[in-house]
Each structure stands twice: as structure tokens, then as C-alpha cells.
């Protein structure tokens, strides 16, 4: 009877550390992929542009285009700081270091602002 009692106990150890070790699993990588971004009230106008986020080596990177002029230079992001439910993009515009700060309204959607001037929005280009 005590050795059954064992075998059970040592069944329900096992599960519970299965159980822990899939939901440690890394989460889906939210940020990656294309964003359509809109930001409002510049001094040129509304911008739309276009961001193509990739995870390299662990690391998100990546680039911006405009999204009225695809055969404009692409910008290279300079750096992006990622948290999971928040990310600021840097890149140089015009001479400027510009940051984007954009947090997660669900899942296609992010919302914020362009170096706390001008509001911002994204939306994930299926």
C-alpha cells in the first residue's frame, strides 16, 4: 500500500514539472513582422511609414520606409528597446534622432507617440 502511495506521489511531482517547464516556453515574438505606422500632426503632414521588424540573434532590428514612397531610401533603425507589451524604436530622419514609443492595444494593434510630440499608431500588415 505504501509503495502505491509513492508511485502516485511521485506521478503527480512529475506532472507538476512537466507542467512548469511548458509554461516557461518563450512566448510568440509579438513585435516582429510588419507595421504600418501612422503618425499625426507633423510639420510635413501625417506620415505613414512602414517598419519591418526581424529578430536576429536574439535581438529585434530592422528598417522604415515610406509607406507614399516605396522607392524612398529604406532608414535603418538604430535601436529598439523591448518590453512585452511596449517597444521604442530609434532611427535618424532628416538629421534627427527621432524615437517612436508604442505600446500594445491587442493583438494587431499598438498605439503612442513620436518623441512625445505627435501621436502615433500601428497597425500589423498581414
Partial sequence: MRRIGSMIMLFLMLGVVC?????????????AGKWEITVVGTPNGDAKLLADLTRTDGKLTGQITNATDP?????????????????????????????LDLSKVDDDNLKGNMMNMFDASAKRVK
Fill in 19 to 31: 507542467t512548469s517547464i511548458a509554461q516557461t516556453a518563450a512566448p510568440a515574438d509579438f513585435f
Fill in 71 to 99: 522607392s524612398a531610401d529604406k532608414i535603418a533603425i538604430t535601436g529598439i528597446d523591448e518590453a512585452a507589451d511596449k517597444i521604442i524604436i530609434g532611427f535618424t530622419a532628416q538629421g534627427y534622432d527621432v524615437t
